[in-house]
């Protein structure tokens, strides 16, 4: 009998595949604005267009690092609240007096309504440079709250059509601590899951960062046409799990 489904580990490994094609294209595509500043800027000594050519480039490159600054600080900060979330919810709650485990649950709400700030901070952010890679995070991590939307809308958190999450405070309060803890306890979780995605995405914004400070700080930066993987760069191998 055919299925018609298709099961999570099959679409996750063809998002892999869409990321480190991503990847490489937005490494590319910096480079190649690289190169033609290099490339005007050997050439450009009795050329207008080309001093305004290599303007426009730097421009560009400027606007770029600025960006791939700002998602990295936000995925660096979505990463600790993350950690946050999880070490809360990892506690054990059976021996709390009726005072801690009220102070407790007013801790879990806070961290996961920081979480969810920090959620949104961080989608703004990759859709200002959804091109490769981060566009493939973006659609993953959107794709996070869908398998877990009816859960988290129970608990009243849900989402706009950019993706943007809220939370109804008072459906927050009165949902089950086991319901949290499965919404946002574990590597399995939908905040276990938006996590472990938030460091790809750190590496991807620091390799990228990388080789336009080298360019912008020193006007010059030979660029490897080929695209290197940047799985490969900073984990020294082509590993990645699919499964998260």
Same mark, same amino acid.
């Given at each position: 009998? =055919?299925?018609? *489904?298709?099961?999570? /580990?099959?679409?996750?490994?063809?998002?892999?595949?869409?990321?480190?094609? $991503?990847?490489?294209? =937005?490494?590319?595509?910096?480079?190649?604005?690289? =190169?033609? @500043? %290099?490339?005007?800027?050997?050439?450009? +000594?009795?050329?207008? !267009?080309?001093?305004?050519? *290599?303007?426009?480039?730097?421009?560009?490159?400027?606007?770029?690092?600025? !960006?791939? *600054?700002?998602?990295?600080?936000?995925?660096?900060?979505?990463?600790?609240?993350?950690?946050? /979330?999880?070490?809360?919810?990892?506690?054990?709650? $059976?021996?709390?007096?009726?005072?801690?485990?009220?102070?407790?649950? *007013? @801790?879990?709400?806070?961290?996961? @309504?920081?979480?969810?700030?920090?959620?949104?901070?961080?989608?703004?952010?990759?859709?200002?440079? %959804?091109?490769?890679?981060?566009? @493939?995070? /973006?659609?993953?991590?959107?794709?996070?709250?869908?398998?877990?939307?009816?859960?988290?809308? #129970?608990?009243?958190?849900?989402?706009?059509?950019? $993706? &943007?999450?809220?939370?109804?405070?008072?459906?927050?309060?009165?949902?089950? /601590? +086991? #319901?949290?803890?499965?919404?946002? $306890?574990? %590597?399995?979780?939908?905040?276990?899951?938006? +996590?472990?995605?938030?460091? #790809?995405?750190?590496?991807?914004?620091?390799?990228?960062?990388?080789?336009?400070?080298?360019?912008?700080?020193?006007?010059?930066?030979?660029?490897?046409?080929?695209?290197?993987?940047?799985?490969? &760069?900073?984990?020294?191998?082509?590993?990645?799990?699919?499964?998260?």
């Amino acid at each position: 009998m =055919q299925h018609n *489904t298709i099961s999570p /580990l099959i679409t996750q490994n063809r998002l892999l595949s869409r990321a480190k094609s $991503g990847a490489r294209a =937005q490494s590319a595509a910096i480079g190649s604005a690289i =190169q033609r @500043t %290099n490339n005007n800027n050997k050439n450009n +000594s009795s050329s207008v !267009n080309s001093s305004s050519e *290599t303007k426009k480039n730097n421009k560009l490159m400027e606007e770029s690092r600025e !960006n791939f *600054t700002a998602l990295k600080k936000a995925a660096e900060e979505m990463k600790e609240r993350g950690r946050k /979330l999880q070490d809360i919810l990892e506690k054990d709650t $059976g021996n709390m007096t009726e005072e801690e485990a009220a102070k407790y649950r *007013t @801790t879990v709400e806070e961290r996961i @309504t920081d979480f969810v700030d920090g959620y949104n901070s961080l989608i703004r952010k990759l859709d200002k440079e %959804n091109s490769g890679a981060n566009g @493939t995070y /973006l659609k993953q991590i959107k794709e996070y709250f869908g398998r877990s939307s009816s859960l988290l809308g #129970d608990m009243g958190i849900k989402a706009d059509s950019d $993706g &943007i999450l809220s939370v109804d405070k008072e459906l927050l309060k009165s949902a089950e /601590l +086991s #319901d949290l803890k499965t919404a946002f $306890g574990g %590597n399995g979780s939908f905040a276990g899951k938006v +996590s472990a995605r938030v460091e #790809d995405i750190i590496a991807n914004a620091q390799t990228n960062l990388a080789i336009l400070n080298k360019s912008l700080n020193t006007g010059n930066y030979s660029y490897n046409r080929t695209g290197s993987d940047i799985y490969d &760069i900073l984990n020294g191998s082509g590993k990645y799990d699919a499964s998260r």
